[in-house]
């Protein structure tokens, strides 16, 4: 399944800095993208979302920019902190999904974030 | 806050052997999922359930496994004869509303070891 690509399996980054998480996408049939944040012995958490209809979505010091013409979403965090050194999942939700069937979600494969103090 | 809850954390089972992981969703959800992870791969789904019914499954719900909601707090899955293949870790997941923007919440999930 090669629908959701997070191209980059780790990232490192200093505190205080930019964290720019990214992932790719190969059809258009997905009406909301959402991330994910996963610490060890932990499901994953969710942080974000933005839907089809917006190009930017903000809260706090995660912001998710969505570029539908380049099948590209990215999490922005600013600034980056310690505790936010974790696995961060991109979520897509299809299209058509509701009435009686409750959409999947489709997972990438995850980026590790590493924040150095 | 309200989490979901899963046991056990950890089950070995020899191969071919039944399995139940039991879920806890918050209680005032409505919709109930299970996806898995797969040592070193990506996060899968396996089926969605609402108002007592199954609304979606992968390719992956085989008739090995079927999903229940025996009461009114317990989600259970169950795979009747486990493969070694089958071992992953099992997220149980729910949900308020149906549809995706809101998010997921998931539980700590259950790592079973099929031997």
Known sequence: ?117 | EPEVTQTPSHQVTQMGQEVILRCVPISNHLYFYWYRQILGQKVEFLVSFYNNEISEKSEIFDDQFSVERPDGSNFTLKIRSTKLEDSAMYFCASSEMGQGLYGYTFGSGTRLTVV
């Open chain 1, 1 to 117: 399944d090669q629908q959701v690509k997070q191209n980059s399996p780790s990232l490192s980054v200093q505190e205080g800095r930019i964290s720019i998480l990214n992932c790719d996408y190969t059809n258009s049939m997905f009406d909301y993208f959402l991330w994910y944040k996963k610490y060890p012995a932990e499901g994953p958490t969710f942080l974000i979302s933005i839907s089809s209809i917006k190009d930017k979505n903000e809260d706090g010091r995660f912001t998710v920019f969505l570029n539908k013409s380049a099948k590209h979403l990215s999490l922005h965090i600013v600034p980056s902190q310690p505790g936010d050194s974790a696995v961060y999942f991109c979520a897509l939700y299809p299209t058509n999904a509701g009435g009686t069937s409750y959409g999947k979600l489709t997972f990438g494969q995850g980026t590790i974030l590493t924040v150095h103090p």
